[in-house]
């Protein structure tokens, strides 16, 4: 079964500074990987994905992370962080099932909460 | 481009009383996945509908969930009776069918049950 850890319930970090927020997956086969990102009331918002080629993708509001297969990891990364990150963001993996057809299961981790300061 | 639409927003009933939410998905994505979101939790999964088809229900409590995509394109979730544990966020995604496609959500409807 496919499973997602983000071992963290809370990062603190001071603005400006940079951040990191880790998640580790399980699955069969190769993985896709999504960052979301939620503010309160409200629903997932998608930050960046991971699908194949370089292992370092780029995303939205300056976010990136990086993809390492022999760690099974794939850690939310921002050079300076800003207050206004400060939410909640998950972590989400599908297997890959090529010529299917058909989107395989999306499963998400239990979200780490970033809380940015001046 | 519209998003996924929700409604309602938000939903207090008592328990042992029925409730259904409805999602409309982004217009030609064949992929609709029901979540169900707990405080302090992450998604869970409850349904992933491909058209019209169930891809996976693994996590549906089937004797009082639920749901329906007819056509393909919107979909109802139904909870028949309900329970305390029921009050959660129930979040509604759409994908196309592209591999790799991230999915995008609903603002969610929060129910609670009192």
């Known amino acids: 079964a496919q499973s997602v850890a983000q071992p963290e319930d809370q990062v603190n970090v001071a603005e400006g500074n940079p951040l990191t927020v880790k998640c580790t997956y399980s699955?069969?086969?190769?993985?896709?990987l999504f960052w979301y990102v939620q503010y309160p009331n409200r629903g997932l918002q998608f930050l960046l994905k991971?699908?194949?080629?370089?292992?370092l993708v780029k995303g939205s509001y300056g976010f990136e992370a990086e993809f390492n297969k022999s760690q099974t990891s794939f850690h939310l990364k921002k050079p300076s962080a800003l207050v206004s990150d400060s939410a909640l963001y998950f972590c989400?993996?599908?297997?890959?099932?090529?010529?299917?057809?058909?989107?395989?299961?999306?499963?998400f981790g239990t979200g780490t909460r970033l809380q940015v300061t001046l | 481009e519209a998003g996924v639409a929700q409604s309602p927003r938000y939903k207090i009933i008592e328990k042992r009383q029925s409730v259904a939410f409805w999602c409309n998905p982004i217009?030609?994505?064949?992929?609709l996945y029901w979540y169900q979101q707990i405080l302090g939790q992450g998604p869970k999964l409850l349904i992933q509908f491909q058209n019209n088809g169930v891809v996976d229900d693994s996590q549906l409590p089937k004797d009082r969930f639920s749901a329906e995509r007819l056509k393909g394109v919107d979909s109802t979730l139904k909870i028949q009776p309900a329970k305390l544990e029921d009050s959660a966020v129930y979040l509604c995604?759409?994908?196309?069918?592209?591999?790799?496609?991230?999915?995008?959500f609903g603002q969610g409807t929060r129910l609670t049950v009192v």
């Open positions: 991971y699908i194949t080629g370089d292992n």
């Open positions: 989400a993996v599908r297997p890959t099932f090529e010529n299917t057809g058909t989107a395989s299961k999306l499963t």
């Open positions: 699955v069969s086969g190769n993985p896709y």
């Open positions: 995604a759409s994908s196309s069918h592209r591999p790799g496609a991230e999915a995008f």
């Open positions: 217009s030609g994505h064949a992929t």
